[in-house]
């Protein structure tokens, strides 16, 4: 997925609008009242914390980040977030750790492993709760059980991205062997849809809105690995030990921010989609739409920003299982919920 950057403004935050703003305005008011209203939006403005934020790739799964930039909630807590998308969860953490990046979204084991390699890395909150990952195909009736999956070709992001790894242990603890019962084809993020389409796999593993899309085209979901899972930090917001004792006020912000934006998913869903089609505007509305309803629907946007222990524990006994973390970090030094905690006493 090709990177890009996406910074939501105020109307008076550009330089020529900001001046056109204050010639106008002192010419028709020509008050000192009016002097001191406008300074006092242009010092409001200023005073926005630019936040230089990586998400893992651009899907609806992060749903929550979007209402927010749209609605205007990060500006409200004193944010001016700059967007960028990685292109795959070991990217976007890598962007933390090399300093192009204040915080990341996507799977959180890149900060448990690299805390076990002696590394920095903290987990401030959820931004997706559950596997928002559905096996998608045009072939294939739906599969109640795991060991169907046998004689199947698999597409899905390469290892170690999330739905790589929820596919191979499916796989391996229905009692099937990878590459031999079953086979995982890796290709780029957000690509599996179009390889399972152009006939490379019988199955796609993949998020909205790519499985609506799909599903426009004539495919149907057949697996859900929500359900299947149950609760699971599938993403989380990473930050630095470092960026946290510098700046706590910017994180009490941001996750204060996606407490807010998460609540209003779930209590608008007519913005969420509204928000989903303007992120995705390449996209028919009715697919948007119908990605925003089944993301509702399975729970998988975060209800609450606060990290509860049974989707950790079912993350990390995934990643221990496969191999790609030892899950020698306790919760508590890894998980960080004091900011989510006093986000969501401010907001009773």
Sequence with gaps: MTDHVRHLSLTTSRPSDRRRFLVTSAAIAGSAAAFSLLGSR????????????????????????????????????????QVSAAGGDTQTFAAVLGGSADFAIGDATMAQISRENGGPGVVVGTVVQRAHYFGVSKTLKPITDPKDFKGLKIVTSPEPNTNYSVAKRLLEKAGLKVGVDATIVPVNPGTEIAAMLAGQADIAIAYQPSVAAAEAQGAKVVFDFSSYIGPFCNTGIMVLPTTIQKDPEMVQALVTSFEEASRKTYADPAFAKEVARQEFPDLPGDVVDKAIDAELKYLIPAQTVVTQRDQWKNLMDMQVYLGNAKGSVPFDQIIDNSFAEKAVASLK
């Design 42 to 81: 242009v010092s409001q403005a200023a005073a926005l914390k630019t936040v230089r934020f990586s998400e893992a790739v651009h899907n609806l799964g992060y749903i929550n980040l979007y209402v927010g930039m749209h609605a205007g909630i990060f500006k409200k807590n004193g944010l001016d977030m």
